[in-house]
């Protein structure tokens, strides 16, 4: 059968089009690559398969540059900046074919000194902590520092304080931050308490912020003087006959007094040397 020219030409076009069409999804769909390093101890938290320091990544269409932050294992609180091919971006950028990016923790000094910051900087850090990390949370308050704990605090609820009340999610669990509404976070290296407070304190520089002996140990309300008149029928013979000086938290009722106690309290305080001129 026969077709007029012009309908050849018609049908041609329009074939030409689709083709057109097909090679361009295609090429969109297709599988692109880009290049990540990740330094300091970003490392450590790599997936275990993960270890080289350079790894290349596939992808298809433009993911946000978080996405395959988090999908090689590492949490979108423990990274300080993004640099990719020299330059410094937010989470908000989105992965091209090519890009070469590396991933930085906080303290760890990069050649491009103009960074996008990820996160709106804390004034006066506060923590909500998980419930493998008791010890540490008697230690932070032991210091002064705002500090919520609870043994029954759920992973939802830990999210819920954290993101609702700016305050920095502290865990043992690194699975918990990779919570979206998560914006402050730290995975918690150290087993040690400690050691653990130090590792706070340094992350964090709150060396300046410190403030012994003004929080509750047992509910982190702050404390105040009291006279022993107000709560002398509370007080123990021995003590009512010794000490003369006392606090209470307002919160909780907790009565504090400098007794032998206090002696072990300074002792632990001089042992994590948080203080200039600590031997």
């Known amino acids: 059968w026969r077709l007029p020219v012009c309908m050849w030409c018609k049908a041609l076009c329009h074939y030409s089009q689709v083709l057109s069409l097909i090679v361009t999804m295609d090429t969109q769909n297709s599988t692109q690559g880009a290049s990540f390093s990740f330094h300091g101890d970003l490392q450590s938290l790599l997936k275990p398969a993960l270890s080289s320091p350079s790894l290349d990544y ?15 294992g590492i949490p979108h609180t423990e990274v300080e900046a ?36 990820l996160r709106e900087p804390l004034v006066e850090p506060t923590f909500v902590l998980d419930v493998h990390l008791g010890k ?81 140990l047992s509910c982190n309300g702050l404390i105040r003087p ?28 907790q009565i504090y007094w400098k007794g032998s106690h206090f002696d072990g309290l300074i002792r632990k305080l001089k042992g994590l040397k948080l203080f200039p001129g600590e031997s």
């Open 136 to 216: 540490l949370a008697r230690v932070l308050r032991l210091l002064g520092m705002d500090t919520l704990y609870r043994n029954t605090y759920s992973d939802s609820e830990l999210a819920q304080i954290a993101a609702e009340e700016n305050r920095i999610l502290l865990t043992r669990d690194r699975r918990l931050l990779f919570y979206k509404c998560i914006v402050y976070g730290h995975f918690i290296r150290h087993h040690m308490p400690t050691e653990q407070a130090k590792e706070v304190i340094a992350r964090y520089q709150l060396s300046g912020c410190i403030k012994p002996f003004s929080r509750c």
């Open 58 to 72: 596939d992808f298809t269409d433009a993911p946000g540059i978080k996405d395959p932050i988090e999908a090689l």
């Open 82 to 117: 993004i640099v990719v091919n020299g330059t410094s971006v937010g989470f908000e950028y989105q992965l091209k074919h090519g890009d070469q990016v590396h991933v930085y923790p906080a303290g760890f000094s990069s050649e491009t000194t103009d960074l996008t910051p």
């Open 226 to 253: 009291v006279d022993k008149s107000d709560i002398f029928e509370q007080l123990l013979p021995k003590t009512r006959r010794y000490y003369d000086e006392f606090f209470q938290c307002p919160e909780c009722g």
